[in-house]
Structures are given as structure tokens and as C-alpha cells.
Antibody
Framework: EVQLVESGGGLVQPGGSLRLSCSASGFTFSSYAMHWVRQAPGKGLEYVSA????????YYADSVKGRFTISRDNSKNTLYLQMSSLRAEDTAVYYC???????????????WGQGTTVTVSS | EIVLTQSPGTLSLSPGERATLSCRASQSVSSSYLAWYQQKPGQAPRLLIYGASSRATGIPDRFSGSGSGTDFTLTISRLEPEDFAVYYC????????FGQGTKVEIK
């Protein structure tokens, strides 16, 4: 079964840092670009970041550029999102998402994790 | 960045009725790289349609997608109770972006 399991969410103070992890199983992780998408409480989906299958290319939404860093360890089938200088507006459920098409950086997204909740508050 | 605008914001319909959801792009979406997702409360989104009109694996044929260029439509031919949810469009032809969502609620 193809599965993505996020972890690392929690409560953090404004200006703080947090690292999210996403453990992948059931598919050849190293063949797919991966993404982070977030959803603030009661709001729609917001695209956050992407990383190519080999980790050589990355993309960030303007709202997180310079504060978040996406990375992956293909030997561990794990995706990461290092978040720093966190703000109240970063409060959201963060989803780890798999591209459907191998090696395509931009693709539809066919597998979503259950999400991990990040709350930025003092 | 391509901005996607979905309409209406909320659609109030009864089971058995037809639902028509619209997604309009601020620029042409190349190669019809347009997808639709369904999200139910407390759940992650689920891919329904990709390439504007291709159904994802396991998606019932009452769901259909159409359109090209800047105008796309998701149609649910006969609403089942489990179809009441929020629907999002996504373009992945030029970077990527999501629409703001359409909620299909029970009338």
C-alpha cells in the first residue's frame, strides 16, 4: 500500500523553528517529486514547496521563501520541511504529497498523507 | 503565477441532482494540466480528475471533467450522499496553484 506519514507538528512560539518529516512507503520514493501543501483552519489549500526526485531542484511559495527549506533522503524514503522564523499565519495542517507522474516536477498529486498540525502561538 | 478562480463558492443541491463546478484560470493552462480534488471534513484531499478530463483510479464515472485553455468544469452527474464535500481545482502546467474551493452542500 502506498502511504505517506507525516510527523513533527506541534505548538511553537512565533519566531521559532520546527522540522516536519514524511515517511514514505509502498512506492519507489526516489522516482517521484514530492510536495508540501498546507491548509489553515477553515481555509483552502495552499501550495508550500516542492523538491525533485533526486533533490536537485526545489521550489518555494513566496509566503515561505527564505524561511522554509525542503529536503529529502532517498536512502531513508523520507521528506523533510525545515521551518524557521515561524509566524502565526503559518498555522495550518501540513500535508506531504506525492506526484503521480515519475520524475515530473509539476504534476497532479495522487497520494496525500494524513497531515500534521503546526500551531504558531505564544 | 496562474490564479484559479472557482465558482460558485457554495452549491446547495439535493441527492440525485447534477452538480456543475467551474474553475477559471487567469492565463491559459498548458496541455490541459488541470486536476480536481475532493476533500471531506477531517480528511486529506483525494485526486478525482487529471489532464482536465481523465478520471483517477477508482473514481466513479458520475464524475467527469471538461474544458481547456482558461475554462474548466467538473460535473457530478447524480449526487450521492458521499459526494457532499469541498472541491478544489489545481493547475500544474506552469508551476502550480489551487483554486479557493467550491463547497457542495446538501440542500
Amino acid at each position: 500500500e502506498v502511504q505517506l506519514v507525516e510527523s513533527g507538528g506541534g505548538l511553537v512560539q512565533p519566531g521559532g523553528s520546527l522540522r516536519l518529516s514524511c515517511s514514505a512507503s509502498g512506492f519507489t520514493f526516489s522516482s517521484y517529486a514530492m510536495h508540501w501543501v498546507r491548509q489553515a483552519p477553515g481555509k483552502g489549500l495552499e501550495y508550500v514547496s516542492a523538491i525533485s526526485s533526486n533533490g536537485g531542484s526545489t521550489y518555494y511559495a513566496d509566503s515561505v521563501k527564505g524561511r522554509f527549506t525542503i529536503s529529502r533522503d532517498n536512502s531513508k524514503n523520507t521528506l523533510y520541511l525545515q521551518m524557521s522564523s515561524l509566524r502565526a499565519e503559518d498555522t495550518a495542517v501540513y500535508y506531504c504529497v506525492k506526484s503521480q507522474v515519475p520524475y515530473d516536477f509539476w504534476s497532479r498529486m495522487d497520494v496525500w498523507g494524513q497531515g500534521t498540525t503546526v500551531t504558531v502561538s505564544s | 503565477e496562474i490564479v484559479l478562480t472557482q465558482s460558485p463558492g457554495t452549491l446547495s443541491l439535493s441527492p440525485g441532482e447534477r452538480a456543475t463546478l467551474s474553475c477559471r484560470a487567469s492565463q491559459s493552462v498548458s496541455s490541459s494540466y488541470l486536476a480536481w480534488y475532493q476533500q471531506k471534513p477531517g480528511q486529506a484531499p483525494r485526486l478525482l480528475i487529471y489532464g482536465a478530463s481523465s478520471r483517477a483510479t477508482g473514481i466513479p464515472d458520475r464524475f467527469s471533467g471538461s474544458g481547456s485553455g482558461t475554462d474548466f468544469t467538473l460535473t457530478i452527474s447524480r449526487l450521492e450522499p458521499e459526494d457532499f464535500a469541498v472541491y478544489y481545482c489545481q493547475q500544474y502546467g506552469s508551476s502550480t496553484s489551487f483554486g479557493q474551493g467550491t463547497k457542495v452542500e446538501i440542500k
